[in-house]
């Protein structure tokens, strides 16, 4: 035994290489990911520099195009109309709850839209902070009851119950179920779609007053058709759709059509809303010269209405078919 020569190694000339194992490349492809990460985390002006150098985001979309939608109206079946939206990855619900109004002398008798906007901690971090979700609510609701009351929406005779006596007043309120950017478009066909679905009940006087002695009945909802009704059942048409789309300026004075959240967190926006033919401008934290919307905002915002018109309609066919309210 002790004499046995030991056999030479192989050596590598002469044999046929083996398979690579598929964990081979895997620490350079993990050290890649890596250095993204934290270039993303850390510069993300760099990092989204560097997409846009190659004419793409880094979500894979081109600057001018928006992020998939949904839309469903008759979200709530408690609600006199409601709709929920999402847009990438934000979502929303709406729902209308519809009060009558008594008149009195400082109030007119004209009904109108009052909206309100939650931000919940639970639909992102950004809004575990109380001021900065009360700042982005205010601003969001400040601008829904400018739009949705526009004499161009809204048709206020249609609100009427007794003429100078009573009218309904719709509370619109919008919850945000998850935040991942453009909270104006989605907050905006949110609350569209639930006022697109709202129906308004027929009125009837009951038979118990408010209170002991003089003064009117109570009114109360009836069957659509009953004889006697103060205020027939109808559903709500608005005069015309207002239609949002928001810009985002990323570095390089790149201008992006529905930003993210990543991407609104970078520099200045602003948001177009097409009211009766007239756009209407909001802007959070700068906005672009005159020379540059005219050149190539509004341009990208006129080109969007044919789809978010298609998407507000294709949801009502599709609420159609399935047997839901026109």
Known sequence: LLGRRRAAPPTAEGLAPGPVHPCA????????????????????????????????????????????????????????????????????????????????????????????????????????????????????????????????????????????????????HVVCLNYDGNAFDLCVLAALAALEDTFLPALGEGS????????????????????????????LLLKSRPLPVTFARLPGDVWVLDPSAGEEALGASVSLCLVGGRWLVYHRGGGATAERFLSELMPLARGSVPALAELLDGARRAAALAGGKL
């Not at 492809?29 to 993204?36: I, K």
């Not at 150098?53 to 709530?76: C, E, F, I, K």
């Not at 069957?223 to 027939?232: C, D, K, L, R």
């Open 25 to 172: 490349s895997a620490p350079a492809s993990r050290a890649g990911q890596m250095d993204a990460l934290l270039l993303q985390k850390f510069h993300p002006e760099e990092y989204h520099r560097r997409f846009l150098a190659d004419g793409v985001r880094p979500d894979g979309r081109a600057p001018a195009t928006r992020r998939p939608s949904r839309l469903q109206p008759a979200a709530l079946a408690a609600a006199f109309g409601s709709a929920s939206v999402r847009l990438g990855g934000s979502s929303a619900v709406a729902g209308v709850r519809a009060e009558c109004t008594e008149a009195s002398p400082d109030l007119p008798a004209l009904g109108h839209v009052t909206a309100t906007v939650e931000l919940p901690p639970l639909c992102s971090s950004a809004f575990r902070d109380r001021h900065v979700a009360a700042g982005t609510s205010t601003f969001l609701a400040s601008a829904l009851n400018d739009v949705l009351n526009s004499p161009h929406v809204l048709d206020a005779a249609q609100l009427h119950i007794r003429e100078g006596e009573l009218y309904w007043t719709l509370h619109v």
């Open 208 to 235: 118990v007053a408010p209170s002991e002695g003089a003064g009117p009945l109570r009114l109360v909802a009836l069957p659509t058709g009953s004889p006697g009704a103060v205020s027939e059942a109808r559903q």
